[in-house]
C-alpha cells in the first residue's frame, strides 16, 4: 500500500510538473513541444510505472521505469509524427529527397547507372584489354603421360600449359635426356618425333613431326661435343571442327545459325599423342692382352666394342591438355541493349558486355559502341583486338587476321541478311589494335531484329611447321530499340525548372505545370494504349507476358507520379515527382516493351539485356521514393482515422484521445494495485 500511495504521488507531480505548450531550447537546440507531447510522456510515464509497481518493483525503481517509459514513448510519437524534422523536410525514409537541376535535365544519375562511365579513352581501352588478359594468361607446367612401346636408353618429359582457352594454339615442349650406362661410345639417335591429337570420336588432328636426327649422348673426354640433352617445341592447338565454317563467316555471306554455333561452340575431348622412333646403340667395354704396335710386346688393355643395337618405338599419350581446357566463352560486362533515345546525342563510344567465343587464348577483344542503338540509324563502333603470343611462349609466334564486322538484319521469313559490314585486317597482331566503323540499322517492314558480330580469321606461324589457323568471334550485347520519344521534353523540364527558379509556387506556376503535365500524360496515355493492344499477342510466351505486363506497371507509375506533381506546392516534390514520372518510370516501361517483343522474338538474350536495363532504373526510382517504415506509417495512420470516423470522432484531435487513454489507463492501474 505504501509504494502504491507513493506511485500515486509521483504521477500527479509528473503531471503538474508539465510545463505549458510552448517551444523551448534543450542543449541550444528549440524543440517544439506541445500538449501532445506531454500526452505521450504521461502515457508512457503512468503505463510503465504501473506495470513497474505491479511487478513489485522499489518506488525509486518504479520512478525510473517511469521516466524512461515516459521518454521513450514520446521519442517514439515525435518520430513517428515528424515533429523533429525541419516543416519544410519530408519524412519519408528516402535516401533521396531531391533532383539536382543538371540531373533533372540532363540525366547523368541515370546515364551513370546504365553505362557504367565506361566511356572509351585509349587508357580505358589499355586497361580493360589488361584486364582480360590477366584473366586469361597461361603459364607453362609439366605434363604427366603413360608409355608404351619401347622406350630404351633415353627419358623424356613434357610441358604445356596450365590453361588453355577454346580452340586455341598452344605450346607443347618436349625434353629428352640421354640415360646411357657403361660405355661412353654409347649414344641414343631419335629419328623421328610425331606429335597429334585425337579426339574423342577417334579423329587425329594437327600432326606435326619432326624428322632431323638427334644424336644423345654422354659428354666425355673423348667426346667432348657430345650433346646430352635437346628440347623439342611445338606448337598445337585444340581440335578445331569450325575453321572452315569460321573462314566462310570472313570470306562469303554470313550465316546466322553458323554465328550462333561458333558463339556457342565447345571444344571436343581429345588426347595428346607422341610418337618417338629411332635407336639406342650400345657398346660394351671389354679388357685383355693385347699385342702393342709400338713395342710389339702384349700389355693389359681395355677398350669399347659394339654390343647391340635397341629400337626405340614409343608412344606417350596423355590428358594433361584437355584438362586444362577452360570454355572459349567469355563474358565481358558493360552497359547492356541500348541506353535511352534521349541519350542520343551523346557521342563517345561505351563498352557494351559481350560474349566471345574461338582462340581466346591467342586473341582477345572488347567492344565500344555509341550509347544509343536505335532503328533507322547508324552507331559508330570501335573493336580493339590483341594477339596473346605470350601465351605462346616458349615457341615464338607472329599473329596475322583479317576481319569482319557485320551487322546482321533478322527478317519475319526467318532470313538473316547482311544490314551492314566493315571487313578489313589488323596484319600484326601482337600489337594494341583497333577497328572504328560505322554500321547502320536501316529497317524495312520485314525487318523484326539487328544482331552485331565480329569476328576474326588469323594465323600463328612459329616459322617451324605451316601456321595454324585459329579464329575469334565476338557479339556484343546490343539491342536495336524503337526510336521512341518521353513525354516530358527536355524543353518542358528546362520551363518547369524556370518557373520553380524562385522556390515557390505561384497560381500562374501551378496552371503552367499542370497543362505541361497534361500535355506529358496524353503522350504517355498513347503508349499505354499501344502495349494493352500489344499485351494479346504475347499470351503464349510467358517472359513476353511478364515483361509487357511489367511494362504498364511502370506506365501507371509514371501516371501516378505526374498526379503527385499536379498535386504538390513544394517545388523539389514537383521535380522529384515530375522526374520519376519521366525520366524513370516511362523509360522502364519502354524497355520492359521492348523486352517482350525480342522475347517473342525468341531473342531471350536481346529481351533478358533491355529487362535488366528497366530493373535498373525501377531500383534508381527506389531511391527516391518512401521507406518500408514510412508507408506502413503512412497505412496505420489512414487505418487510425478511418477507426475514429467509424466511431463518430473523426474531428477530436489525436492529442485530446491520447490524454483520455493516458486518464483511463492511469485509473485501470490504480484500481489494478488497489485490488493487489
Not at 187 to 214: A, P, Q
Amino acid at each position: 500500500m505504501i509504494n502504491s500511495k507513493l506511485f500515486s504521488i509521483f504521477c500527479i507531480f509528473l503531471i503538474a510538473s508539465l510545463p505549458s505548450a510552448s517551444a523551448f531550447t534543450l542543449l541550444g537546440t528549440e524543440v517544439n513541444a506541445g500538449w501532445d507531447d506531454f500526452a505521450a510522456l504521461g502515457l508512457g510515464g503512468v503505463a510503465l510505472g504501473a506495470v513497474a509497481v505491479t511487478a513489485g518493483a522499489p518506488v525509486l525503481v518504479a520512478a525510473g521505469i517511469g521516466i524512461g517509459g515516459a521518454i521513450a514513448v514520446d521519442y517514439a510519437y515525435r518520430w513517428a509524427t515528424g515533429k523533429d524534422v525541419e516543416e519544410s523536410a519530408a519524412v519519408t525514409g528516402a535516401v533521396k529527397t531531391n533532383v539536382t537541376d543538371e540531373e533533372y535535365v540532363n540525366g547523368s544519375y541515370v546515364y551513370e547507372e546504365l553505362a557504367g562511365y565506361r566511356q572509351y579513352s585509349e587508357e580505358s581501352a589499355a586497361k580493360d584489354i589488361a584486364e582480360i588478359k590477366d584473366k586469361l594468361e597461361s603459364g607453362i607446367g609439366t605434363y604427366s603421360f603413360k608409355t608404351s612401346g619401347t622406350l630404351s636408353d633415353v627419358s623424356v618429359s613434357m610441358k604445356g600449359p596450365d590453361k588453355i582457352y577454346g580452340f586455341s594454339a598452344f605450346p607443347v615442349q618436349l625434353k629428352f635426356d640421354e640415360a646411357l650406362t657403361g660405355s661412353e661410345s654409347s649414344y641414343v639417335k631419335i629419328e623421328s618425333v610425331k606429335i597429334y591429337l585425337v579426339d574423342s570420336d577417334g579423329v587425329k588432328w594437327n600432326e606435326r613431326t619432326y624428322s632431323d636426327d638427334i644424336k644423345l649422348q654422354e659428354e666425355s673426354n673423348d667426346y667432348p661435343d657430345a650433346i646430352e640433352e635437346y628440347i623439342l617445341n611445338f606448337t598445337m592447338k585444340a581440335p578445331d571442327p569450325y575453321i572452315g565454317k569460321a573462314k566462310s563467316q570472313v570470306t562469303n555471306a554470313p550465316d546466322r545459325e553458323i554465328l550462333q554455333e561458333l558463339i556457342n561452340a565447345e571444344v571436343k575431348e581429345f588426347e595428346l599423342v607422341v610418337e618417338i622412333d629411332g635407336y639406342a646403340k650400345l657398346y660394351k667395354e671389354e679388357s685383355g692382352y693385347k699385342l702393342d704396335p709400338i713395342t710389339g710386346l702384349e700389355v693389359w688393355k681395355t677398350w669399347e666394342e659394339y654390343d647391340k643395337t635397341i629400337t626405340i618405338d614409343t608412344k606417350l599419350t596423355t590428358l594433361e591438355a584437355w584438362d586444362r581446357i577452360h570454355n572459349g566463352v567469355y563474358y565481358v560486362d558493360g552497359a547492356d541493349g541500348s541506353l535511352p533515345t534521349k541519350f542520343v546525342n551523346e557521342v563517345t563510344p561505351i563498352a557494351y558486355s559481350s560474349y566471345a567465343n574461338g582462340a581466346t587464348s591467342n586473341i582477345i577483344g572488347r567492344c565500344w559502341a555509341s550509347p544509343v542503338h536505335c532503328y533507322n540509324s547508324s552507331a559508330q563502333y570501335k573493336f580493339i583486338l590483341v594477339g596473346q603470343p605470350e601465351n605462346l611462349e616458349p615457341v615464338p609466334v607472329t599473329i596475322e587476321d583479317d576481319y569482319r564486322a557485320l551487322v546482321l538484319k533478322l527478317r519475319d521469313d526467318g532470313v538473316a541478311t547482311i544490314a551492314s559490314e566493315t571487313p578489313g585486317n589488323f596484319h600484326d597482331m601482337a600489337v594494341h589494335n583497333g577497328v572504328t566503323t560505322s554500321l547502320n540499322y536501316l529497317k524495312d517492314d520485314s525487318t523484326e531484329a539487328f544482331e552485331t558480330y565480329f569476328i576474326v580469321i588469323a594465323d600463328v606461324d612459329d616459322d617451324i611447321d605451316s601456321a595454324l589457323p585459329v579464329w575469334c568471334i565476338i557479339q556484343p550485347r546490343i539491342s536495336v530499340i524503337d526510336n521512341v520519344k518521353y513525354s516530358l521534353s527536355e524543353e518542358f523540364k528546362e520551363e518547369i525548372l524556370e518557373l520553380l527558379s524562385d522556390g515557390s509556387i505561384s497560381d500562374s506556376d501551378t496552371e503552367r505545370i499542370t497543362e505541361i503535365i497534361e500535355i506529358s500524360e496524353n503522350s504517355l496515355k498513347e503508349k499505354q494504349y499501344v502495349a494493352e493492344i500489344e499485351s494479346e499477342k504475347y499470351e503464349d510466351n510467358e517472359k513476353a507476358r511478364n515483361a509487357i505486363s511489367n511494362a504498364l506497371e511502370d506506365y501507371e507509375k509514371a501516371f501516378e507520379y505526374y498526379e503527385k506533381a499536379k498535386n504538390t506546392d513544394d517545388p523539389e516534390e514537383v521535380k522529384v515527382y515530375t522526374y520519376l514520372a519521366g525520366d524513370i518510370y516511362e523509360p522502364a516501361g519502354d524497355y520492359w516493351r521492348e523486352a517482350a517483343e525480342k522475347y517473342n522474338l525468341g531473342l531471350d538474350d536481346q529481351g533478358d539485356a533491355l529487362a535488366e536495363n528497366a530493373e535498373k532504373l525501377e531500383s534508381l526510382a527506389s531511391e527516391y521514393e518512401p521507406s518500408l517504415w514510412f508507408t506502413a506509417g503512412s497505412t496505420i495512420s489512414e487505418w487510425w482515422n478511418q477507426f475514429k470516423s467509424g466511431f463518430g470522432i473523426g474531428d477530436v484531435p489525436d492529442t485530446v484521445l491520447i490524454i483520455v487513454v493516458v486518464i483511463v489507463l492511469a485509473c485501470g492501474a490504480a484500481i489494478v494495485i488497489k485490488v493487489l
